[in-house]
Nanobody, 124 residues
Framework: QVSLVESGGGLVQAGGSLRLSCAAS????????MGWFRQAPGKEREFVVV????????YYADSVKGRFTISRDNAKNTVYLAMNSLKPEDTAIYYC?????????????????WGQGTQVTVSS
């Protein structure tokens, strides 16, 4: 397993931007497919985006496609989520997660390690 710590959340107005970071320790992130999930109050935790081990491939949920961008810096052992054109419905706790599976896993059960989450609140 790997330890993950998210940061960068906060309060932003609709249309604004935030960049989340996920810093890993214990193992190098290059060993994992890395994903972001989010959980809004009263809702299930949902998939947002995943990036492959090399960073060459990504897969986005339809709800964020074209607005969010995932990237990874294996040298810094960090994964990022750039969020633009934020909407109130993007309000949630955002979690970083690591999977030992190859490819682009999208299910919660595919992930072995989770961060503690960072709150993102988008006001209208």
């Amino acid at each position: 397993q790997v330890s993950l710590v998210e940061s960068g959340g906060g309060l932003v107005q609709a249309g604004g931007s935030l960049r989340l970071s996920c810093a890993a320790s214990g193992r190098t992130v290059s060993s994992f497919s890395m994903g972001w999930f989010r959980q809004a109050p009263g809702k299930e935790r949902e998939f947002v985006v995943v990036v492959s081990r090399s960073g060459a491939n990504t897969y986005y949920a339809d709800s964020v496609k074209g607005r969010f961008t995932i990237s990874r810096d294996n040298a810094k052992n960090t994964v990022y989520l750039a969020m633009n054109s934020l909407k109130p419905e993007d309000t949630a706790i955002y979690y970083c997660a690591a999977s030992v599976l190859l490819g682009l896993p999208v299910r919660r059960v595919d992930y072995d390690s989770w961060g503690q989450g960072t709150q993102v609140t988008v006001s209208s």
